[in-house]
């Protein structure tokens, strides 16, 4: 059965670095999505992306998090210069259309900055 | 106040009793997720409902969209179903965002 796959499965890094979280959806899925989970805490929607472009992002998504396909098959989250607060467990979904289509959740990454 | 409430937060289950674990939202949707989450924090999807109900093997998940209501059911239950349970909700268009927000989630643990 085909599934969405993340790499990596842990990233450590420290305050200020730059990390990029990679996903590879289900190949035939044209609708991506980053999600967040800090320790303990529920998962929060980050931001969506579909044709190449964001569709919606919340309000956690700062200009320090960026999304882009840049090759046409991984999806990829960076986040420019990483804070404490941003160690957490993330997430990519993927589905084959919008609105009412189930998402298919990759295992996630988590991140760890120190 | 949360506008996905899922209740209850813990439920600890014998071997084979039926459970449910019960969702309430305050925003307009336009689908509902049940999702399950391992203890090494992988996530899978369980259902998504739009109306009515549905059911999968021991699961059986509904939805009553007047109430802003779903719940999930399991029967039979088992160890291996020990998981955290949540419930996230797409809003629609009312709300001007169609982004999903999720439950803080049901954890259930269930003994042998």
């Known amino acids: 059965e085909p599934e969405v796959t993340q790499t990596p499965s842990h990233q450590v890094t420290q305050m200020g670095q730059e990390v990029i979280l990679r996903c590879v959806p289900i190949?035939?899925?044209?609708?991506f999505y980053w999600y967040r989970q800090i320790l303990g805490q529920k998962v929060e929607f980050l931001v969506s992306?579909?044709?190449?472009?964001?569709?919606?992002k919340s309000e956690i998504f700062d200009d320090q998090f960026s999304v882009e396909r840049p090759d046409g098959s991984n999806f990829t989250l960076k986040i420019r210069s990483t804070k404490l607060e941003d160690s957490a467990m993330y997430f990519c979904?993927?589905?084959?259309?919008?609105?009412?289509?189930?998402?298919?959740f990759g295992p996630g990454t988590r991140l760890t900055v120190l | 106040k949360n506008e996905v409430e899922q209740s209850p937060q813990n439920l600890t289950a014998q071997e084979g009793e039926f459970i449910t674990i019960n969702c309430s939202y305050s925003?307009?949707?336009?689908?509902l997720h049940w999702l399950q989450q391992h203890p090494g924090g992988g996530i899978v999807s369980l259902f998504m409902?739009?109306?009515g109900k549905k059911k999968h093997g021991r699961l059986i998940a509904t939805i009553n969209i007047q109430e802003k209501h779903s719940s999930l059911h399991i029967t039979a239950s088992h160890p291996r179903d020990s998981a955290v349970y949540i419930c996230?909700?797409?809003?629609?268009?009312?709300?001007?965002?169609?982004?999903?927000?999720f439950g803080t989630g049901t954890r259930l643990k269930v003994l042998a």
């Open positions: 979904a993927t589905a084959q259309a919008s609105g009412s289509n189930e998402q298919f």
């Open positions: 190949s035939n899925h044209l609708y």
């Open positions: 992306f579909y044709n190449n472009e964001i569709s919606e």
């Open positions: 925003v307009g949707i336009s689908a």
């Open positions: 409902l739009s109306s």
């Open positions: 996230a909700v797409r809003l629609d268009a009312t709300s001007g965002t169609y982004k999903y927000i």
